[in-house]
């Protein structure tokens, strides 16, 4: 093994009882659930026993996908396990952040928060969606998007698959354009149109916060949604506008392995970051955080 890293995964991942096993299995877990139950009480009981309608809310899914992320990476570091860098999909940003050192664990916390509660207020604006267009080039997904004045292109995940977000109108009419291109596009867990410009107002606001929070230099690197390069000293500017700015996932990806990344742990509940990673370069070794701790035993 060279040298690891932890991706931490997006909206969309959530799943109902998330976090449970290893909030029951390690004290360095159920700690996290306990700061998080009195920062915003009730955390774990929606993580553990909350239904998927109910951690679909993004005010929901936000905070109960970070805590599920940071208890899993607090569970590693007590096992010793370090990574080399790190990086985030969408809210996993943030996470990221926490285990970089630029926040401490509660900081991160209310600032997920916060961040939830803005990108749903945006998000019941509009009637918008999103979905995950697969089977087709990159270029042909942002062709069929052009023809739409508010469907855009916002997750560039891997070869062949490309998230989009847009107004639900004209959804379905876009999916048919797809199809007809030999396509398929599927619909994501998410309610909201995120990395799109519908989310701006919350990208400014969620500047404002991250402006007033205490943070200090990353003590590992941190890759960026937006640039897809390691993180300048200006997080303001990359965590706010990464809301509201594409993904550029399989960029990230393709310069963490430049940099002798071979290893991925990912840490959520679920297994999307670690399919993606193997479609981006099936050469490395891609695994979920269930998987890792199951072979540390």
Same mark, same amino acid.
């Given at each position: 093994?060279g040298?690891?890293a932890?991706?931490? &995964?997006?909206?969309?991942?959530?799943?109902p009882? =998330?976090?449970?096993d290893?909030?029951?299995?390690?004290s +360095? +877990?159920?700690s996290?659930?306990e700061?998080?139950d009195?920062?915003r @009480?009730?955390? %774990?009981?929606?993580? !553990?026993?909350?239904?998927?309608?109910?951690? #679909?809310e993004? #005010?929901?899914t936000?905070p109960c *996908? !970070?805590?599920?992320?940071?208890?899993a990476?607090?569970? *590693?570091?007590?096992?010793g396990?370090?990574?080399? +860098?790190v990086a985030?999909f969408? *809210?996993?940003?943030v996470?990221a952040?926490?285990?970089?050192?630029?926040?401490?664990d509660?900081?991160?916390?209310?600032?997920?928060?916060?961040?939830?509660e803005? =990108?749903?207020?945006e998000?019941?604006?509009f009637?918008? %969606? =999103?979905?995950?267009?697969?089977?087709l080039p990159?270029?042909?997904v942002q062709?069929i998007?052009?023809?739409? &004045?508010?469907?855009?292109p916002?997750? /560039?995940?891997a070869?062949?698959?490309v998230s989009v &977000?847009?107004?639900?109108?004209?959804?379905?009419e876009?999916?048919?354009?797809?199809?007809?291109a #030999?396509g398929?596009?599927?619909p *994501?867990?998410?309610?909201g149109?995120?990395?799109s410009p /519908?989310?701006?107002?919350? +990208?400014?606001?969620?500047?404002e916060?991250?402006a007033?929070?205490e943070?200090?230099? @990353?003590?590992?690197?941190l890759y %960026?949604? =937006?640039?897809?390069?390691?993180?300048?000293?200006d997080?303001?500017?990359l965590?706010s #506008?990464?809301?509201c700015?594409p993904?550029?996932w399989e960029?990230?990806?393709?310069?963490?392995?430049a940099?002798?990344i071979?290893?991925?742990?990912e840490?959520?509940?679920?297994?999307?970051?670690t399919n993606?990673?193997?479609k981006?370069n @099936?050469?490395?070794?891609?695994?979920?955080?269930?998987?890792y701790?199951?072979?540390a035993?």
């Amino acid at each position: 093994m060279g040298k690891i890293a932890f991706v931490f &995964s997006g909206q969309g991942d959530q799943s109902p009882g =998330m976090g449970k096993d290893i909030a029951e299995k390690y004290s +360095a +877990a159920s700690s996290v659930y306990e700061m998080c139950d009195r920062l915003r @009480p009730g955390t %774990s009981s929606q993580c !553990f026993e909350g239904t998927e309608e109910e951690l #679909k809310e993004t #005010k929901n899914t936000q905070p109960c *996908l !970070f805590a599920y992320e940071l208890a899993a990476a607090k569970v *590693l570091a007590d096992k010793g396990v370090r990574p080399c +860098a790190v990086a985030g999909f969408s *809210l996993g940003e943030v996470t990221a952040a926490v285990a970089a050192g630029i926040f401490d664990d509660e900081t991160g916390f209310r600032l997920v928060c916060k961040r939830g509660e803005l =990108m749903q207020r945006e998000a019941e604006k509009f009637d918008t %969606s =999103m979905a995950a267009v697969v089977k087709l080039p990159t270029e042909q997904v942002q062709e069929i998007c052009s023809k739409f &004045s508010d469907i855009f292109p916002v997750n /560039f995940n891997a070869p062949g698959q490309v998230s989009v &977000s847009g107004l639900s109108s004209q959804m379905a009419e876009f999916t048919a354009e797809v199809r007809a291109a #030999k396509g398929r596009a599927i619909p *994501l867990k998410v309610k909201g149109a995120f990395h799109s410009p /519908f989310m701006e107002d919350a +990208a400014r606001a969620f500047a404002e916060e991250l402006a007033g929070a205490e943070r200090k230099a @990353p003590q590992v690197t941190l890759y %960026s949604n =937006m640039t897809s390069e390691p993180y300048t000293d200006d997080v303001v500017t990359l965590l706010s #506008k990464q809301i509201c700015s594409p993904v550029q996932w399989e960029k990230i990806i393709c310069n963490m392995t430049a940099q002798g990344i071979d290893t991925f742990v990912e840490i959520g509940p679920g297994k999307t970051l670690t399919n993606i990673i193997k479609k981006i370069n @099936p050469q490395v070794t891609a695994v979920t955080v269930a998987e890792y701790l199951a072979e540390a035993e």
